[in-house]
């Protein structure tokens, strides 16, 4: 997959997808099962920056749309030029650097400077434009629209399983909620009562679950692993920086410096400080037990 930055060109006949694209919700799903259908390489806008923490950051999105089979991704950083563009110039741009036979936007796409353009515009200036119906939740649950807002707006509420129900495809790995990083150093002291872990850098701009202790899987250079991961500071040990920690059920070795995406998938329990290591190895173990019952 190539990555674009705004202005870069892409010359070769494609379908581009419009959008914010600041993840792959099942919204936007189906707007690439659309852009597919015709056969020719599908690119896919996203905005970087604007207001607020992002769902997926800038390189979780890049992963992303590789797994979904996109040719590119064009890169659109929310700067003031970008906001104060007008719609007709940000279309002529558009399609000067972006050869698109088709087009494929949601009913509700705006752009430009006032939210002022929309598919009708962008008739003026590309071959042909597909609309894709807004996708809602389901009668039953009052038919609101997916979008990245109600995506949001379970993840601070804690609800990962109704998250990940907007998220999730067959493809696990390439759909559910992640939070990927750096692994770094940390204090080691996790090795001295029997479970060490790994310690993740993450973008200060990424939306994160409500701190706690969490059961999920972690994808690794090594393969995959069960894991337990606390989101939040570690009072046992006098820590009160928020911190990502994860111990990977059945892995061992070095892997600092590498790539890894966290998936939590249930929460255990909030942060506790514990009267010493001993009382807190009590618990990580009933924490695997925990754990290892959803594998079998």
Aim: proline share 4%.
């Amino acid at each position: 997959m190539l990555t674009l930055s705004y202005g870069d060109r892409f010359s070769a006949p494609c379908v581009l997808a419009l959008g914010g694209f600041d993840g792959l919700h099942l919204g936007h799903r189906a707007l690439l099962a659309r852009a597919f259908e015709g056969g020719l390489p599908v690119g896919i806008t996203t905005i970087l920056g604007g207001k607020g923490k992002a769902l997926f950051t800038q390189y979780e999105r890049e992963f992303l749309f590789s797994r979904a089979g996109v040719a590119f991704v064009y890169e659109i950083g929310f700067t003031e030029d970008v906001e104060f563009t007008s719609a007709e110039q940000f279309a002529r741009q558009l399609f000067d650097c972006i050869a698109a036979e088709k087009v494929v936007c949601g009913e509700d796409f705006r752009f430009g400077r006032g939210a002022l353009g929309t598919p009708q515009l962008l008739r003026e200036y590309a071959k042909d434009v597909l609309v894709q119906e807004t996708v809602c939740l389901p009668s039953g649950e009052g038919g609101r629209k997916i979008s990245t807002s109600s995506c949001k707006a379970l993840l601070e509420a804690g609800d990962l399983s109704g998250l990940n129900a907007l998220l999730q495809t067959d493809d696990f790995y390439g759909s559910a909620y992640f939070v990927q990083g750096t692994v770094e150093h940390g204090r080691e002291v996790g090795r001295t009562y029997g479970f060490p872990t790994l310690n993740l850098s993450v973008p200060g701009d990424k939306l994160l679950p409500p701190d706690g202790v969490y059961g999920g899987l972690a994808s690794t250079p090594q393969g995959n692993f069960p894991t337990i991961v606390n989101f939040g500071p570690r009072p046992t040990f006098g820590v009160l920086e928020r911190k990502i920690e994860a111990y990977l059920d059945g892995f061992s070795g070095d892997i600092y410096g590498a790539t890894v995406r966290i998936y939590p998938m249930e929460f255990y329990r909030g942060i506790q400080k514990f009267s010493d290591a001993d009382a807190l190895r009590m618990q990580l173990n009933k924490d695997i037990e925990r754990l290892r019952s959803k594998e079998n």
